[in-house]
């Protein structure tokens, strides 16, 4: 592996970051969206069942994509040694797949689409707080 592919790597790497930082954000978003909402509009009362389905499975889908981005790391880090130092390069059984293989990329497949549903659940536990109260 060249300085470019380490410098794709690295970029790569950044962005987990940041959706990392996103994701935590996304955990807290429904309860601040609630209580503010609360005090802003006396129509909005607490998380019904509707909302709670919302609320659990952002949450779901956020530590789903926080967890693969800390992973995509790791297996970012150890593919970039193997392309390095092969030889020298412990890999144990269950990553091999994703460093001798395919890459840390399905990770990152995974970190973004968790992502994006953990979004789409916080958008529709809002329109449930504003529409059906």
Known sequence: MD???FQIIKSYIDSTKTFNN???AGLAL???FNEKLHRLFESAAKIDGTGFKFVISSWVFFLTAILAGVFYQYVA???AEYKMFKKATYVNRPLKYF???KGPGPIYGVMVISFFFGAVSVAG???A???NH
């Open 30 to 32: 429904p309860l601040i």
């Open 99 to 101: 460093v001798e293989g």
């Open 77 to 79: 880090i150890k593919y």
């Open 125 to 127: 536990y809002s329109y």
């Open 3 to 5: 300085e470019r592919g």
């Open 129 to 131: 707080a504003m529409f």
């Open 22 to 24: 996103l994701c935590g």
